[in-house]
């Protein structure tokens, strides 16, 4: 294995690079190689240094795998304060990513030069922690307090242009290393040694409103806000160690280890797509509508060539329309540029009515409404007319994949691929696993998947796979809450409470209610035997017609698009508990969030028993980014084990023991307690 950090003299300057690949964290070997090449430095006796990174990264933060480890020195405010103090000019050359820790070191440097396309930031507060290395302290005095504001407590990372409008670099330079060697360096004392900030309480203010609604519920942004605050009333050396305190304080906290797990998850599943399977440079989308449409640009987006089918000219000119919408609201938003707005009349995309002119196309992902005939007549028709070796993937939400496959002269390359809506914006898309699929289909979806930067989750087949199954599974919950005594508005409240970004009845009233009734009427829930259902949402359907926002009433009453508790529905649901003869008891917004909560718990148990996730950590990414599952509780699986599994255990068991038919301990989470196991097998 190669140093970490390499030392090179040449003349009066020495260099010293950080090589540890692939974004150069700042992991102990580093640290004490950094330390080293200091050393050397002074020995050499050299007028400069350069610090820098090879590859694309200079440094991109610290190494999170040591967070759940005891602190090893050196520690990296030691390898800050020597860099600021050392006796000769030590220069930043940022040859990409400078991100927290990497951040914090080029904040120690005399000057920093950065290259036109790297990135800075501290967006510790995205791991649930602070800079721990005097970024809340350095950067307010180098930039002042309403700029360190706009950075740290939202975690955002800038362009290099940005940084140096802001002073946060002195200078961009292609080659930042030749820039560092020749630049000027400032008539400025050390950034440490800079005074404080002059105190702005309009913009804490500010910072502690938008914390508020972007960042509910989370514990480090408010705290990253006290600490830049502080900046201007504390000397250097205490800002530093109420920073330092307070860092190693949220590194243990609960808050922080959900957010480790989202992202080492994330990290993993973005891995899935990097190596086997072939590339593809050509696709066929079916359906024009919202769906397709959007698949459609997120496929042009990543470089691929696009034919999209409709059934007739009209629909073909419809699905135009739609897809020209989508670049025109992304030039509207600064995301593309004006010319990027003709795309859909450039030869990349292709609008066809019906399919008897399809290009010979690596994958054709169908995006029609959920009808199994519908579905198996566009797979019928796209056998016809593409390869035998095109993939086929079908976007459906809930059926049985391999009853739409039935028929088909390859079905090793049929698979399911469920996006989700708006599909060129949501990051997550599960992966259906078909009785046929071989693993080059897996392989080479995957590899797909990575290149549109999505996180792509392989689940088996079942009735809503990982996602909408657990949904129905909690929807059923908070409706036998409803008819037991709660009301729509406190169930939404009380899961908004714990960090939901919506609540369920809210959700549904967003979607349309017609769509959940459709399940439960597919589900056969009325007649299901040995299952407790419960007709509120199906009698609001059918004998009102309230279908959500889109019919001006659902759950909710709206009046001018705000919404309000409705009377009728309260009706329904209090005579609905009469009928049956519930008497209607009061909730706490803790035993819902409980009872809610661990039917996802109780649902992801079951899924994982049976093979459809393939770890738990897959069903907290599901969850995480199809389903507003607060980030910073890190999924259902990962919550169940901070709890307690013996304690999700008891919860079930008392829960079966009042409602059998609404509750069973899932035998995954027997045998994991009973062997004194505090997680999930995986």
């Given at each position: 294995?190669?140093?970490p950090?390499?030392?090179?003299?040449?003349?009066?300057?020495?260099?010293?690079?950080?090589?540890?690949?692939?974004?150069?964290?700042?992991?102990?070997?580093?640290?004490?190689?950094?330390?080293?090449?200091?050393?050397?430095?002074?020995?050499?006796?050299?007028?400069?240094?350069?610090?820098?990174?090879?590859?694309?990264?200079?440094?991109?933060?610290?190494?999170?795998?040591?967070?759940?480890?005891p602190?090893?020195?050196?520690?990296?405010?030691?390898?800050?304060?020597?860099?600021?103090?050392?006796?000769?000019?030590?220069v930043?050359?940022?040859?990409?990513?400078?991100?927290?820790?990497?951040?914090?070191?080029?904040?120690?440097?005399?000057?920093?030069?950065?290259a036109?396309?790297?990135?800075?930031?501290?967006?510790?507060?995205?791991?649930g922690?602070?800079?721990?290395?005097g970024?809340?302290?350095?950067?307010?005095?180098?930039i002042?307090?309403?700029?360190a504001?706009?950075l740290i407590?939202?975690?955002?990372?800038?362009?290099?242009?940005?940084?140096?409008?802001?002073?946060?670099v002195?200078?961009?330079?292609?080659?930042?290393?030749?820039?560092?060697?020749n630049?000027?360096?400032?008539?400025?004392?050390?950034?440490?040694?800079?005074?404080?900030?002059?105190?702005d309480?309009?913009?804490?203010?500010?910072?502690?409103?938008?914390?508020?609604?972007?960042a509910?519920?989370q514990?480090?942004?408010?705290?990253?806000?006290?600490?830049?605050?502080?900046?201007?009333?504390?000397?250097?050396?205490?800002?530093?160690?109420?920073?330092?305190?307070t860092?190693l304080?949220?590194?243990?906290?609960?808050?922080?280890?959900?957010?480790?797990?989202?992202?080492?998850?994330?990290?993993?599943?973005?891995?899935?797509?990097?190596?086997?399977?072939?590339?593809i440079?050509?696709a066929?989308?079916?359906?024009?509508?919202?769906?397709?449409a959007a698949?459609?640009?997120?496929?042009?987006?990543?470089?691929?060539?696009?034919?999209?089918?409709?059934?007739?000219?009209?629909?073909?000119?419809?699905?135009r329309?739609?897809?020209?919408?989508?670049?025109?609201?992304?030039?509207?938003?600064?995301?593309?540029?004006?010319?990027?707005?003709?795309?859909?009349?450039?030869?990349?995309?292709?609008?066809?009515a019906?399919?008897?002119?399809l290009?010979?196309?690596?994958i054709?992902?169908?995006?029609?409404?959920?009808?199994?005939?519908?579905?198996?007549?566009?797979f019928?028709?796209?056998?016809?007319?593409?390869?035998?070796?095109?993939?086929?993937?079908?976007?459906?939400?809930?059926?049985?994949?391999?009853?739409?496959?039935?028929?088909?002269?390859n079905?090793?390359?049929?698979?399911g691929l469920?996006?989700?809506?708006?599909?060129?914006?949501?990051?997550?898309?599960?992966?259906?696993r078909?009785?046929?699929?071989?693993p080059q289909?897996?392989?080479?979806?995957?590899?797909l998947?990575?290149?549109?930067?999505?996180?792509?989750?392989p689940?088996?087949?079942?009735?809503?796979?990982?996602?909408?199954?657990?949904?129905?599974?909690?929807?059923?919950?908070?409706?036998?809450?409803?008819?037991?005594?709660?009301?729509?508005?406190?169930?939404?409240?009380?899961?908004?409470?714990?960090?939901?970004?919506?609540?369920?009845?809210?959700?549904q009233?967003?979607?349309?209610l017609?769509?959940?009734?459709?399940?439960?009427?597919?589900l056969?829930w009325?007649?299901k035997?040995?299952?407790?259902?419960?007709?509120?949402?199906?009698?609001?359907?059918?004998e009102?017609g309230?279908?959500?926002?889109?019919?001006?009433?659902?759950?909710?009453?709206?009046?001018?698009?705000?919404?309000?508790?409705?009377?009728?529905?309260?009706?329904?649901?209090?005579?609905?508990?009469?009928?049956?003869?519930?008497?209607?008891?009061?909730?706490?917004?803790?035993?819902?969030?409980?009872?809610?909560?661990t039917?996802?718990i109780?649902?992801g148990?079951?899924?994982?028993e049976?093979?459809i996730?393939?770890?738990?950590?897959?069903?907290?990414?599901?969850?995480?980014?199809?389903?507003?599952?607060?980030?910073?509780?890190?999924?259902?699986?990962?919550?169940?084990?901070?709890?307690?599994?013996?304690?999700?255990?008891g919860?079930?068991?008392?829960?079966?023991?009042?409602?059998?038919?609404?509750?069973?301990?899932?035998?995954?989470?027997?045998?994991?307690?009973?062997?004194?196991?505090?997680a999930w097998?995986?």
């Amino acid at each position: 294995m190669t140093d970490p950090v390499r030392f090179s003299h040449d003349g009066a300057t020495a260099l010293i690079t950080i090589d540890n690949p692939p974004f150069n964290v700042t992991s102990q070997a580093v640290r004490a190689g950094l330390m080293a090449a200091l050393d050397a430095a002074e020995a050499a006796g050299a007028a400069r240094v350069v610090l820098t990174g090879a590859g694309r990264a200079f440094i991109a933060g610290a190494d999170a795998r040591e967070f759940d480890a005891p602190p090893q020195p050196p520690h990296l405010p030691d390898v800050v304060a020597r860099i600021e103090g050392f006796a000769v000019p030590v220069v930043a050359a940022i040859n990409g990513a400078a991100l927290g820790g990497g951040l914090e070191l080029a904040l120690a440097c005399a000057a920093r030069v950065a290259a036109p396309g790297a990135t800075l930031g501290l967006p510790e507060v995205t791991l649930g922690v602070v800079p721990g290395a005097g970024g809340t302290q350095r950067l307010p005095r180098l930039i002042g307090l309403g700029p360190a504001l706009a950075l740290i407590p939202e975690g955002r990372v800038i362009a290099a242009a940005e940084a140096l409008r802001l002073g946060l670099v002195d200078a961009l330079a292609e080659d930042p290393c030749a820039g560092a060697r020749n630049i000027e360096l400032p008539a400025r004392p050390a950034t440490g040694a800079m005074p404080a900030p002059a105190a702005d309480p309009e913009a804490v203010t500010a910072a502690r409103a938008l914390a508020a609604r972007r960042a509910r519920g989370q514990e480090a942004p408010g705290r990253a806000i006290d600490l830049v605050a502080a900046s201007a009333r504390l000397a250097l050396p205490e800002g530093l160690a109420l920073e330092r305190a307070t860092f190693l304080e949220l590194k243990a906290s609960d808050q922080a280890a959900a957010l480790r797990h989202v992202f080492f998850a994330e990290r993993a599943a973005m891995a899935r797509g990097r190596s086997g399977g072939a590339d593809i440079a050509q696709a066929v989308v079916v359906g024009g509508g919202q769906m397709g449409a959007a698949i459609t640009y997120a496929l042009a987006g990543a470089g691929l060539s696009v034919a999209l089918v409709e059934t007739d000219q009209a629909g073909a000119e419809r699905a135009r329309a739609a897809v020209a919408r989508l670049y025109a609201e992304a030039v509207a938003r600064g995301k593309t540029t004006p010319e990027a707005a003709h795309a859909p009349q450039s030869p990349r995309h292709s609008i066809h009515a019906g399919y008897g002119a399809l290009p010979p196309a690596q994958i054709a992902i169908e995006a029609v409404f959920e009808d199994l005939a519908v579905k198996r007549q566009v797979f019928t028709a796209l056998d016809a007319a593409l390869p035998e070796t095109a993939i086929l993937a079908t976007n459906t939400s809930y059926l049985n994949p391999d009853l739409i496959a039935a028929g088909l002269r390859n079905p090793g390359r049929f698979l399911g691929l469920h996006f989700f809506s708006p599909a060129h914006v949501m990051k997550l898309v599960e992966v259906i696993r078909a009785a046929a699929s071989t693993p080059q289909t897996l392989e080479t979806v995957l590899r797909l998947t990575a290149r549109l930067k999505k996180i792509a989750v392989p689940a088996g087949v079942c009735d809503g796979f990982i996602g909408n199954r657990i949904l129905t599974r909690y929807r059923q919950a908070c409706d036998v809450m409803l008819i037991e005594g709660a009301w729509p508005a406190q169930v939404d409240a009380a899961l908004r409470g714990f960090g939901m970004a919506m609540g369920p009845y809210e959700v549904q009233d967003l979607s349309g209610l017609e769509i959940a009734h459709a399940n439960r009427k597919r589900l056969g829930w009325a007649t299901k035997p040995g299952f407790r259902y419960i007709p509120i949402a199906d009698r609001i359907v059918e004998e009102t017609g309230r279908l959500g926002r889109k019919t001006g009433a659902g759950w909710y009453d709206y009046t001018g698009g705000k919404a309000a508790p409705s009377a009728l529905v309260d009706a329904i649901v209090r005579k609905e508990s009469a009928r049956v003869g519930i008497t209607r008891r009061s909730f706490s917004d803790a035993e819902i969030t409980d009872r809610a909560i661990t039917a996802m718990i109780e649902e992801g148990a079951r899924i994982l028993e049976e093979g459809i996730a393939a770890a738990p950590a897959d069903i907290d990414l599901v969850l995480v980014h199809g389903y507003g599952f607060p980030r910073w509780r890190g999924g259902p699986m990962h919550y169940a084990e901070r709890i307690g599994l013996s304690a999700i255990r008891g919860r079930i068991e008392a829960l079966a023991a009042e409602d059998p038919l609404s509750w069973a301990l899932p035998e995954i989470l027997r045998r994991t307690t009973d062997s004194g196991r505090t997680a999930w097998p995986i």
